[in-house]
């Protein structure tokens, strides 16, 4: 457990080069078009509030987890992103925080591997959790975006 924290600080204190990161990758995708609806600075800002937290974060109740998602995906649909982006935008940030971690981290022990996989165990659920939330926030904005056709088949 010890290596996890690590780690997890390893991240925290590196929350706003990480942010800056995700920005320019989020600006750069060809997979992201709609998320110039998105201000930067705010898209920064709550990813830079994750990763800062990262290990608050991990130990987060579901239901912490599921108020603040639910809020995103309200408000990307208010924003027009679709869905699909939306989802995009939330691997991409998982695997911004691993691409750091397997730079930055050097592990060359049997415990400190055990480490990496409870932290990226942890992670997984995280994110597994951020996208459904995500999701289902975006599905029940009141404003549904123009670019989401729902029909009565789903």
Not at 49 to 62: D, G
Not at 88 to 104: G, H, P, R, S
Not at 128 to 149: F, L
Request: net charge neutral.
């Amino acid at each position: 457990m010890l290596l996890a924290y690590r780690l997890l600080r390893l991240v925290e204190t590196h929350a706003n080069a990480l942010a800056e990161a995700l920005l320019k990758k989020t600006q750069a995708s060809p997979l992201l078009p709609d998320y110039n609806n998105v201000p930067a600075e705010e898209l920064k800002q709550r990813v830079q509030e994750i990763y800062r937290h990262l290990a608050v974060w991990l130990r987060k109740s579901n239901s912490d987890i599921e108020k603040r998602y639910l809020e995103i995906g309200a408000q990307r649909a208010q924003q027009g992103v679709p869905l699909s982006q939306l989802v995009w935008a939330i691997v991409l940030t998982k695997n911004n925080l691993w691409e750091f971690l397997k730079k930055e981290a050097v592990l060359d022990r049997p415990a400190e591997i055990c480490g990496e996989l409870e932290v990226e165990e942890l992670l997984g659920q995280f994110f597994d959790r951020a996208i459904y939330y995500a999701a289902m926030g975006y599905e029940q904005s009141p404003a549904p975006n123009p670019k989401c056709k729902v029909t009565a088949a789903g």
